[in-house]
C-alpha cells in the first residue's frame, strides 16, 4: 500500500522533548498537509506546503515546526512549547492546493507522558 | 474567514432507515464542498464532492447557497455505513480546506 506513509505508528515522549513525526508521499503530489485529530474538534490545519522549500502556518501552528526539503517528505516536529501536544496527527497530501482531493495518511498517535 | 459547522457530534439509525448528516458552512465566494469518512481502522478518504455531482455508496449531497448547507443523505442506511464523516470546505482560490468537528453516524442492525 503506497501513497503516503506516517511512521511511528504509535510515539511516546517525555515532557519537554522535542519529536518529529515522519510523513512520505510517492504520489508525486505538490502539496502536502499537516493536521491535529482530537476527539469532538475535527480536523484542525497545523502547517502547510504548497511546493519544496516552502510552507505557511495553519490555525494551529503555535508549538510546531516543519520543513519541506524535499518533495515527497514533510516532517512534523511538535517542539517543547506546544502546551498540548497528545494527540493524533495526520499528514496528507494532494496535487496541488485548493480543491483537490486530498489523500491522508494512517496518523501517527503521539502521547506525552 | 471559512467555517463549517455540523451540529450532530452522534447520528444513530436502524438499518434500513434514511439517513441525513447536517453540514452548513460559512463563506462569502463560491466555495467547493466535501465530505469525507473515516471507517474504523482506515484512512480518511474523500466519499464525495459537489461539483462531481456523483452518488458515492449510494450517498449524495446537494449543495444549498441560499441555505449555506451541503448535507449528506442517503435512502436505506446499511450497517457498513457505519463511521465517522467530516464535510469539508474549500474557499475560491488556494484555499486551504477547512474541517467540520464530525459526526458519528451507528447503523444498527
Known amino acids: 500500500d503506497g501513497g503516503i506513509t506516517q511512521s511511528p505508528k504509535y510515539l511516546f515522549r517525555k515532557e519537554g522533548q522535542n519529536v518529529t513525526l515522519s510523513c512520505e508521499q510517492n504520489l508525486n503530489h505538490d502539496a502536502m498537509y499537516w493536521y491535529r485529530q482530537d476527539p469532538g474538534q475535527g480536523l484542525r490545519l497545523i502547517y502547510y506546503s504548497q511546493i519544496v522549500n516552502d510552507f505557511q502556518k495553519g490555525d494551529i501552528a503555535e508549538g510546531y515546526s516543519v520543513s519541506r526539503e524535499k518533495k515527497e517528505s514533510f516532517p512534523l516536529t511538535v517542539t517543547s512549547a506546544q502546551k498540548n501536544p497528545t494527540a493524533f496527527y495526520l499528514c496528507?497530501?494532494?496535487?496541488?492546493?485548493?480543491?483537490?482531493?486530498?489523500?491522508f495518511g494512517p496518523g501517527t498517535r503521539l502521547t506525552v507522558l | 474567514a471559512q467555517r463549517v459547522t455540523q451540529p450532530e457530534k452522534l447520528l444513530s439509525v436502524f438499518k434500513g432507515a434514511p439517513v441525513e448528516l447536517k453540514c452548513n458552512y460559512s463563506?462569502?465566494?463560491?466555495?467547493?464542498l466535501f465530505w469525507y469518512v473515516q471507517y474504523s481502522r482506515q484512512r480518511l478518504q474523500l466519499l464525495l464532492r459537489?461539483?462531481s455531482r456523483e452518488s458515492i455508496k449510494g450517498f449524495t449531497a446537494d449543495l444549498n447557497k441560499g441555505e449555506t448547507s451541503f448535507h449528506l443523505k442517503k435512502p436505506f442506511a446499511q450497517e457498513e455505513d457505519s463511521a465517522m464523516y467530516y464535510c469539508a470546505l474549500s474557499g475560491s482560490g488556494y484555499s486551504t480546506l477547512t474541517f467540520g468537528k464530525g459526526t458519528m453516524l451507528l447503523v444498527s442492525p
Open positions: 459537489h461539483i
Open positions: 463563506y462569502s465566494g463560491s466555495p467547493e
Open positions: 496528507a497530501s494532494s496535487p496541488g492546493q485548493g480543491a483537490y482531493e486530498q489523500f
